[in-house]
């Protein structure tokens, strides 16, 4: 084998270590399509659902809102219950558009009338107005988390999560139809291309920088499309991509001139010029270096000849005004990109996620812990994901699994997903005044075994959740047994990592430990022997939520710490057993299992507070009004959004 080839193989195999091999990242994938499919409405987009999990990646969520439907024509118009719009691209960029109003406007909810402005005889849809209703809406819901608008999503304080509320054409429009039979090579099936345009465009709420139309534009987006190519990329153009990435965030911005120039949007867009171009067997392990090599040379005619094409409307060059305006940040971007492309695959050891490269060992164990890094990804993942259980949607879950290409790996995360909404009860559930004695105990067998579901995503929770069942409906030694079950698998070796406010995993040594033993099980296998544990999730005004604890489910869905919230079930227990020194015995339990739970630096989240809470109710059921109102005044003090009924019951005690 030559000397090229040999250390194209080495570079693969240290990326599919470093950043991900085939199975992880088809592993990482299909945990978004599995929150796809659960949760209606929402579209996945960004690295991370494309398969990449690299350093300063955020999630990307699209909603397509379901009130609006966009139309490229009114020929094209067809009457249904949401409100219309016509797409108007006169006087627009290419890739931009207006959106007129064609409902009649006094038929509209007044929501839907605040975020059109009448421009002479039509009204148009403003996507700033637009935006801060969505942002308004959020922040009253979740005042703590989303608190800014950037570009066109909505972002939470960190920084990690944007949200954009979309709007959808179901057709294929005519300034991406010459796409269709553009030219390229054969990495892109016919069936795929189909696939693209039956799924239409999406579009976004921001307008074109510098337009005197900039906040009534909406941006065409290829979101969906773009998935389906990054899909068909092989591992090795993927990881092609990847280092693309990694070159732009962690080489060329590390100057400050040069952070505002490039974007991994063009990346991605280069990408897709490349593989057009390319002959696919090209695109080979023993091949990765001349590749990547490739990429980058392209990269810089780019930026020389300020030319980067939108992929499917190639009216719009991304480089006309980005770098025609900043002529000295240009030159400096051209001399750098020559740098890095004359050290070749050296530049990358002035990167920081991938220094190590040079020492690398040779001979490396291919057999990676995919288990343990999936585990991880799946539960970070879920740390921005609530999917509430739906009869339709599961369903649809159902039927992906029964699909004959399914693999192992592929049920394995869909069952998981379906595991943890069955853990969830859909609201009403009881309506005892209402059914006959046959129709409860149907209903009654139906939540059971919906619940029973639930126990196979986590170590504790599924069980605390049917221990609350059996509590609502008065079964308390049943709800004793199944309380003492999950405690005792509240063990170190587990991650609960969901209750604290950190979004990136640190194994201990237990539990990495633990993980590792397991790396030659099925990825369910691993969540069904009891590795993981997440919080518990009740839907607004939950059946199945202990009375004691209703106040604090008026507003909204609720979540609990599973380990206090057992201490507090088992309290419960006792109290209605009229056993009362087992009722103290558990009170100090959950008081020990406060101070277990809060987190080392003393700071205080809701999952602390609510357990708190816990101590102040089994005070006040045990006759100790004063320490209730001691407990509930400092909830309330830290608690000033009213996440919690602390106030409430401060004020209840008088």
């Given amino acids: 084998m030559s000397a090229n080839k ?114 002479g005889i039509k009204y148009i849809l403003s996507n700033k107005l637009y935006k801060q209703s969505f942002l308004k809406i959020i922040t009253k819901d979740r005042p703590m988390s989303f608190n800014k608008i950037h570009g066109p999503c909505i972002s939470d304080d960190e920084g990690k999560l944007d949200i954009a509320f979309c709007l959808q054409c179901d057709n294929w429009i005519l300034q991406a139809v010459p796409w269709i039979t553009r030219p390229r090579s054969s990495w892109l099936s016919p069936e795929i291309v189909n696939e693209i345009i039956m799924n239409g465009v999406l579009f976004v709420p921001i307008g074109f920088k510098g337009s005197i139309y900039e906040d009534l534009e909406w941006r065409i987006s290829f979101s969906v499309a773009e998935k389906f190519l990054i899909f068909s990329f092989n591992h090795t153009q993927l990881l092609c991509y990847a280092l693309l990435k990694i070159v732009l965030k962690e080489i060329i911005e590390k100057d400050e001139d040069l952070k505002t120039l490039l974007c991994s949007y063009y990346l991605k867009t280069l990408m897709f010029w490349v593989s057009d171009d390319a002959n696919p067997t090209t695109w080979r392990p023993d091949n990765i270096i001349p590749c990547f090599m490739a990429c980058l040379q392209r990269l810089l005619y780019c930026v020389e000849y300020s030319t980067l094409l939108h992929y499917f409307i190639s009216d719009f060059n991304f480089f006309t005004l980005r770098l025609s305006t900043e002529l000295e940040k240009k030159t400096k971007l051209s001399n750098l990109l020559k740098n890095i492309y004359q050290q070749g695959i050296q530049c990358l050891s002035a990167s920081e996620t991938l ?250 989240s809701i999952y602390h507070l609510r357990s708190t809470l816990f101590v102040g109710i089994v005070a006040q059921m045990l006759g100790a009004t004063d320490s209730a109102r001691e407990y509930f005044n400092y909830i309330a003090q830290i608690d000033k959004v009213n996440y919690t009924s602390a106030s409430t019951r401060l004020r209840e005690l008088g």
Wanted: aromatic content about 12%; proline content about 2%.
């Fill in 6 to 119: 040999t250390e194209s193989l080495h570079l693969y195999d240290y990326l599919c270590w470093k950043i991900g091999s085939d199975k992880e990242v088809k592993g990482r994938r299909l945990t978004f399509i599995a929150i796809d499919t659960a949760c209606k409405f929402l579209i996945s987009s960004g690295s991370k659902s494309e398969g990449l999990d690299l350093k300063g990646s955020d999630i990307d969520v699209m909603f397509i809102n379901q009130d609006f439907k966009v139309y490229e024509s009114e020929r094209d118009y067809v009457q249904a219950q949401r409100t219309a719009l016509i797409m108007d691209t006169t006087e627009t960029h290419p890739c931009f558009t207006r959106l007129f109003l064609h409902t009649n406007y006094t038929s509209l909810h007044k929501d839907h009338r605040n975020v059109l402005e009448l421009h």
């Fill in 355 to 604: 220094h190590d490269y040079t020492k690398f060992p040779t001979a490396v164990n291919k057999l990676l812990n995919i288990n343990t890094r999936l585990v991880k990804y799946i539960l970070e993942i879920s740390h921005y994901f609530h999917i509430p259980f739906d009869n339709r949607r599961s369903c649809v879950l159902l039927k992906c699994l029964r699909h004959p290409c399914k693999t192992v790996l592929s049920n394995d995360i869909f069952l998981y997903f379906m595991s943890a909404a069955h853990q969830v009860l859909q609201t009403k559930s009881y309506t005892h005044h209402a059914q006959n004695n046959k129709q409860q105990y149907n209903r009654y067998q139906y939540d059971l075994s919906h619940l029973l579901i639930g126990l196979h995503s986590d170590a504790v929770t599924g069980w605390l959740m049917v221990a609350s069942f059996f509590y609502v409906h008065e079964n308390y030694l049943i709800s004793l047994d199944l309380i003492d079950y999950a405690l005792s698998h509240f063990t170190d070796e587990k991650c609960d990592h969901l209750f604290s406010s950190k979004t990136r995993i640190i194994f201990t040594p237990k539990q990495q430990v633990a993980l590792d033993m397991m790396k030659k099980e099925k990825l369910l296998t691993t969540f069904k022997k009891k590795i993981t544990i997440t919080y518990l999730h009740f839907a607004l005004k939950s059946q199945i939520l202990p009375k004691e604890l209703q106040q604090d489910d008026m507003k909204g869905n609720t979540f609990f710490h599973p380990l206090a919230f057992g201490h507090f079930l088992r309290f419960l227990c006792f109290f209605h057993l009229h056993d009362i020194i087992s009722c103290r015995d558990a009170m100090q339990d959950l008081k020990l299992s406060i101070k277990k739970i809060r987190p080392a630096n003393g700071s205080v």
